[in-house]
């Protein structure tokens, strides 16, 4: 008994390791410069947390649809009880920061569609997917690196290049760990996760976000408390892509991300190629965000129906 015990917390303990390294490259390192000696154990554990509470919803339910509740979910607590950023520009915040960003990038593409190519047998996806988004964030990067410091000097090259292979060694790393608990863990009793860590978020936004962001602050119960109630509502199924395992020697193919996305940003951050991608990315991404959310909104209530 108490060995079980014992084994049942080390897998938890390692699925919430598993779950902070593959969010936070996508999340943040990718992204805009983090010293990553102070602040790496604090984020690896903080999105820790809130990915394994969110994502353990999705572990027991097959299909793409509770991957997408989970991911908004992880925006939304993310932005609206870590910092404070989801009630700086409500509603766009929502749109932008939870869903397009967190939703779509770290976790559809870097979590879900990640492991389904990563799957299938062809290799062609697997290499296409990858150079892809590795180019995507080397374009994304050159502007937001520049938005936060000046990277138009030559010194500037070398903090991005350590930055994005450290960022890959996480995502690696996070996939490879899931990879050795998910499928355990979704044969495991999670609602007690569930409880103990949603009770634990809502003390922190309780004693923090809400009185601090105040009246807006309620913007974040609106939203989390529906997608929550979509996803519990999917037939009980085992995640199929979230729990099988993905052979070691296909994620040599994912060194593309940061062999495009390194030589990308190099070329795109040229004063003469700059241009302010975030403006992009709202079109694109906002607009992939919705249409995933609207389409799993839909699967919930037609396999709710069915089941009726």
């Not at 998910?182 to 978020?201: C, F, I, M, Y």
């Not at 992009?280 to 089941?307: H, Y």
């Amino acid at each position: 008994m108490i060995r079980r015990v014992a084994i049942g917390l080390a897998l938890r303990a390692l699925a919430i390791v598993a779950s902070g390294a593959m969010l936070i490259p996508s999340s943040e390192l990718w992204f805009y410069p983090v010293n990553t000696d102070a602040a790496f154990a604090e984020l690896l554990l903080a999105y820790g947390l809130i990915g394994w509470m969110c994502l353990s919803l999705a572990l027991t339910r097959a299909g793409a649809a509770p991957v997408i509740f989970a991911g908004a979910l992880i925006g939304l607590l993310v932005e609206g009880v870590l910092v404070q950023e989801l009630y700086s520009a409500l509603p766009f915040t929502i749109l932008w920061t939870s869903l397009a960003w967190h939703m779509v990038l770290s976790v559809w593409v870097g979590i879900w569609l990640y492991r389904k190519v990563m799957l299938a047998p062809r290799w062609g996806p697997r290499a296409a997917l990858c150079a892809g988004y590795g180019a995507a964030l080397g374009l994304w990067g050159a502007y937001m690196w520049t938005a936060e410091t000046d990277t138009t000097g030559a010194a500037s090259y070398a903090p991005y290049l350590v930055q994005c292979l450290w960022a890959y060694a996480a995502f690696l790393f996070g996939h490879l760990l899931w990879d050795r608990v998910a499928l355990p863990l979704s044969k495991a009793r999670l609602g007690w996760d569930q409880l103990v860590l949603g009770l634990l978020t809502l003390v922190s936004f309780a004693t923090q976000s809400l009185w601090l962001a105040f009246p807006y602050s309620l913007a974040l119960p609106l939203c989390v408390l529906p997608l929550v109630w979509l996803a519990v509502r999917l037939p009980a199924s085992r995640n199929v892509t979230l729990t099988d395992r993905i052979p070691v020697p296909r994620h040599a193919v994912s060194l593309l991300i940061p062999a495009t996305a390194v030589p990308t940003y190099e070329m795109m951050r040229q004063p003469q190629l700059l241009f302010e991608t975030n403006a992009l990315a709202v079109v694109v991404l906002g607009g992939a965000a919705l249409w995933l959310l609207a389409k799993s909104v839909l699967q919930s209530r037609r396999t709710r129906v069915s089941g009726a």
